[in-house]
């Protein structure tokens, strides 16, 4: 049974930071498309960034405010956030992919591409 749970969320000034991290704990798919999706109340579950074996892919919105990293050791990825916009507020969510190549196809910014997914952690931003 594959398990993945988030931590590092809270609340921040515009122009502040948050790391998050996401613990996957029975998932064995090393390399596979692992990252992050935020949803905004009222709106749609969106992609943040995603990382598998070869490369990182971001959002045109977080790009260069935005990092993402695995330790395929752990079975953990992160996601260390730099400039906050109030914007950015969301709830944040974790997801790993059990089919490999997501990252680099058509579907990496498709929710039902993945098939875990955490409970997510609570990113507020105020201006």
């Known amino acids: 049974q594959v398990e993945l749970v988030e931590s590092g969320g809270g609340s921040v000034q515009a122009g502040g930071s948050l790391r998050l991290s996401c613990e996957a704990s029975?998932?064995?798919?090393?390399?596979?498309?692992m990252g992050w999706f935020r949803q905004a109340p009222g709106k749609e579950r969106e992609t943040v960034a995603t990382?598998?074996?070869?490369?990182?892919y971001y959002a045109d919105s977080v790009k260069g405010r935005f990092t993402i990293s695995r330790d395929n050791t752990k079975y953990t990825v992160s996601l260390q956030m730099n400039s906050l916009k109030p914007e950015d507020t969301a709830m944040y969510y974790c997801?790993?992919?059990?089919?490999?190549?997501?990252?680099?196809?058509?579907?990496?910014?498709?929710?039902?591409?993945?098939?875990?997914w955490g409970q997510g952690t609570q990113v507020t931003v105020s201006s």
């Open positions: 990382i598998d074996e070869a490369a990182t």
């Open positions: 029975g998932y064995t798919y090393r390399g596979n498309c």
């Open positions: 997801a790993a992919a059990a089919t490999r190549g997501i990252c680099r196809g058509d579907f990496w910014t498709r929710t039902f591409a993945y098939q875990y």
